[in-house]
């Protein structure tokens, strides 16, 4: 890893919840998580309704201060400006990037895409960084086909942001993914599920670090 | 500048008809007479629920009439609504009130005269109150409250209150009678034959008394 690679304001490693997929209590994972080193943690749950993903937020607020990790909510902006998150991960079905710029020119954006087109336009409407996805087949996508690696060598050609790959990502397959030009990846169920969360923490980062995209 | 809550309000309703997109809706309402529009959609998306809603802010502008949006405190702050309506499910008040500010209304459903007073207490604007008469547009947990705690309510406290849930043509002049400061109704205008007329007629009753 480079020096300015280093010095990005952005760590590799995202962590994306699920509690659908978790056995143990939510909080207890995120902690587990960021202990172990995780400094990007998303909030990601759809079915929930406004006062209990609050309550969440809150929380997980709280626990990512204090690890020193980055909060951000999915595409509910107004639970992440309520909890002073630190950004939003906008679908493409969520608002247009330029909107919550507008808002709040602070707050970091990413975007999920699913294509090179999208990828452009979400970097062109000034979007900080992309999820992109999903690379390998997955639980919580079981209707559509994968992406594969090449949307990831596709997008990276064309864009300077951070990009994680989400989508099936496991220790076995992100340095994969940072070698066809990934910033970092994105995990869920690996995370979520994991029997020794720090042990799985510690496999992301030895696959991720070290790799030679130039 | 806050915007005061009074008069008929039109809550947007595409799941009990079709015939008529949130954004048609209000602008019959608003041509029929309606002093506030809600815009509530539970099933769409961010993306979509911002275009219908930047659509109805347009034109409660150019009529000159009040925009709340139903739960979703983003989406009333991204379309500059007037404000929003919070339900017992929705994010706390003060979360709410720590993004749009004090120029913002904001509203929140109460079905007792305690969840009334709290809300009040945590700084609500307005109290939603119902569901008066009973309704098939929610799944309804609490029997209906009825005309005569509406009054018990509006005794209670200081805010305004909005009636609501059941409303139509046959009842409404028993609501406003309590003397509440604003009525919503769902159905009576979205299933009605024409809304716009429908939205009238509601209207009249709600005259000054």
Redesign the interface.
Known sequence: MTLSENQHKFSRLFLITDQALSNRPLLDVVSDACRAGVSLVQLREKTLDGKSLYALASALRGITLMHGARLFINDRLDVALAVNADGVVLPETSFPVQVVKHINPMLLVGRSVHDLDGAIDAQRCGADFLIVGHIFKTASKPKQPPRGLHLLKDISTHIHIPIFAVGGITPANARQCVQNGAFGVAAISSLMQSADISETVRAFQDAIAFVNTA | MKRPISGLCVITDTAIQQRFSHVQLAELSMQGGADIVQLRDKTL????L?ASAVGIRALSLAYGKVFIVN????IA??SNADGVH?G?????IA??R??LGNDKLIGATASTIDDALKAEQDGADYIGFGHIFSTSSKEKLTPPTGVAMLRDVLQAVKIPVMAIGGINQKNIESVWQTGVQSVAVISAVASAETPKAATAQLKKILTPL
């Open positions: 998306s961010t993306k979509e911002f739960d979703r405190a983003d702050l991204a919070l017992q499910t929705d994010l706390p979360a709410a720590k993004i």
